[in-house]
């Protein structure tokens, strides 16, 4: 059964991007039939999967306006060996533009419907906020995967976030529960960090996961290179991390 993930938190700044085009590649690394979506106007996903989102003729904006299905969307990544929704500045304008649209915050739900099958992963890029973008990743998510930071103003933005996925779950999506919690450009030389990171796992348990990404050079320039880590340096710290985390997703759902 098709796994679909809405990597999300309405703080930016978290490594959400960086988790979603790094989980994907070492997913696909793993194996596994990957899907991207590209959920965030600001398409950095697109950009560090080596996709030119300057000329990317239709985009996620399409199929979320239904301009454009969603199988005539999707692009490979080479970099990353696994496909993409792309996204550009167009999306910026769809949250104004959906407001007249019947059952706007599942159009991606529908969307992906028709090709979910093709893949074992979907992840969602979602935008650093609480919009009607985020909310179409999230009716279309089995799951939220929150990257975060350990400082305490990332716990007070968690409280905020754990609450809108309930109501959510509530109105929406009746399945979507929390993944896990994932700590992100984590120092352990930091005393703060260290203290978030146990009151992380004091109050959510097996929610947070046991791999910790660090903070690395090799992660922060990967982007740059229109590259997956894995494949701008895969014996970087940040590389093995994340596939320590594929790893650990992997064994999570018995695949």
Do not use: W
């Amino acid at each position: 059964m098709t796994k679909i993930l809405a990597i999300t938190n309405q703080k930016g700044g978290v490594g959400k991007t960086t988790t979603s085009v790094n989980l994907a590649a070492s997913l696909a690394a793993s194996g596994k039939r990957v899907l991207l979506v590209d959920l965030d106007p600001q398409a950095n996903a697109t950009m560090g999967s080596g996709i030119n989102k300057q000329k990317v003729k239709n985009t996620v904006y399409h199929v979320l306006m239904g301009n454009e299905e969603i199988q005539h969307v999707r692009v490979s990544s080479p970099q990353g060996k696994y496909d993409l929704i792309p996204a550009n500045r167009d999306l910026a304008g769809a949250e104004v533009e959906m407001v007249e649209f019947s059952q706007r915050e599942a159009r991606l739900k529908t969307a992906l419907e028709g090709i979910a099958s093709d893949y074992d992963y979907i992840l969602i890029d979602c935008p650093p906020a609480l919009n009607m973008l985020t909310l179409n990743g999230l009716c279309a998510a089995h799951a939220v995967m929150i990257p975060m930071q350990c400082e305490y103003y990332a716990l007070e933005g968690l409280s905020d976030l754990v609450n809108t996925i309930k109501r959510v779950r509530n109105s929406f999506n009746s399945t979507l529960r929390i993944e896990g919690l994932l700590r992100t450009m984590f120092d352990p030389r930091n005393i703060l960090a260290q203290q978030v990171s146990d009151q992380l796992q004091k109050h959510f348990g097996d929610k947070v996961y046991r791999t910790v990404i660090p903070r690395n050079v090799r992660l922060a320039e990967a982007p740059g290179f229109g590259l997956p880590v894995l494949y701008h340096d895969g014996q970087s710290k940040g590389a093995q991390a994340y596939l320590e985390l594929a790893k650990e997703i992997l064994a999570g759902h018995h695949l």
